[in-house]
């Protein structure tokens, strides 16, 4: 039934991107003076979790280094990489600048001095979940770099402002800005129907099952394309000629939990304790949880770091929040509240 697995993975980053016409050429624009030798403006890529900000740039720094020699990229996970250490490396990692850098005795200056004098080729570098930086200096290392052009990825503008200095603030709101919204239940469809196109043999799923698909993940192509592949998985090993609507009931929810785990498993240590304090007393508001927070770890963030951790969690489903800003509280999130699959 699979003819090629690598499209209904969900980092694959396909040959032609459905619905995100405007957003490619406005990313492509911002970046195209790299390919003459010149200095780039910052991008910035926001929206909800799932609608392809993370596509969409690998998209075009890729096409850009089929169209010129003297470009490269890298892509720094920075909910992974959240210190500005581990950032740092990767990205001279992926340059070839490591060779005698040791990980446990270099200091960040020699870091950003190797960076300042990478004389390689110009490269964009793709800083993805940048507002999971524990030290946000990371952005200004980069930023007054000229042979370097940065795309910065994440949920919110606002939440990415609030932990940079005034100083970074001005030049990023200066920034161009790229702005996803969540996908309408036709368009989920158009990127379900060209993965079964390459990904999956003629006639094993139904048009009606696309929309259902699309109906379920409400907007989110990370889940709907989460659902597809694990159905089309099951099938697969069970011998089956066509993925079943009882195999779609039951995808849904593994694709559903595979991306909860997913996303739990990159929380960072002190996002975790947060997540557990409201696992273990939710609902509970953001006061009483920065002082347990505070009491269960050595070296305790701000309360407005906690409240992004917060806001994080909520945008990946896995905490919800009730109330305005003053009275606000905190709780699991109810898998019973996310689309079912009708």
């Not at 490269?72 to 990767?90: D, G, H, K, S």
């Not at 932990?163 to 709101?173: I, P, T």
């Not at 597809?228 to 995808?251: F, P, Q």
Request: proline share 4%.
């Amino acid at each position: 039934m699979i003819r090629d697995a690598r499209v209904l993975r969900a980092g694959f980053v396909p040959r032609e991107v459905e619905h995100r016409d405007a957003e490619v050429n406005h990313l492509s624009s911002v970046l195209e003076p790299i390919t003459n030798g010149e200095p780039a403006d910052t991008a910035i890529v926001t929206g909800p979790s799932g609608t392809g900000k993370t596509c969409i740039s690998q998209f075009v720094t890729e096409r850009l280094r089929e169209e010129v020699l003297g470009v490269e990229a890298t892509y720094v996970n920075c909910w992974r990489n959240y210190t500005r250490f581990r950032a740092l490396y990767q990205i001279l990692d992926d340059l070839g600048e490591t060779i005698d850098i040791h990980r446990q005795s270099t200091p960040h200056d020699e870091l950003v001095d190797r960076l300042q004098q990478y004389d390689g080729p110009r490269s964009v570098i793709i800083l993805d979940e940048v507002d999971q930086l524990e030290d946000p200096r990371l952005i200004y290392d980069l930023h007054s770099l000229p042979q370097f052009a940065i795309v910065c990825i994440a949920n919110k503008e606002e939440e990415l402002f609030s932990r940079v200095g005034d100083r970074l603030v001005s030049r990023l709101r200066a920034s161009e800005h790229v702005r996803m919204d969540k996908y309408h239940d036709e368009q989920l469809y158009d990127i379900l129907r060209a993965r079964v196109k390459w990904g999956l043999d003629e006639d094993v799923v139904t048009d009606d099952q696309l929309y259902r698909i699309a109906d379920a993940a409400a907007g989110d192509a990370r889940l709907a394309i989460g659902i597809l592949r694990t159905a089309a998985s099951k099938a697969d090993r069970e011998n089956s000629e066509r993925i079943t609507n009882n195999l779609l009931l039951d995808a849904a929810e593994d694709a559903r939990a595979q991306i909860k785990q997913k996303s739990l498993d990159s929380l960072t240590p002190h996002q975790r304790v947060v997540y557990d304090i409201v696992r273990d007393h939710g609902p509970i508001g953001p006061s009483e949880i920065h002082e347990r927070y505070a009491e269960a770890v050595d070296d305790p963030r701000t309360k407005r770091t906690v409240r992004t951790y917060l806001s994080k969690m909520v945008q990946y489903n896995l905490l919800e929040a009730e109330g305005t800003s003053r009275d606000r509280e905190y709780s699991l999130m109810d898998s019973a509240a996310t689309s079912p699959m009708q």
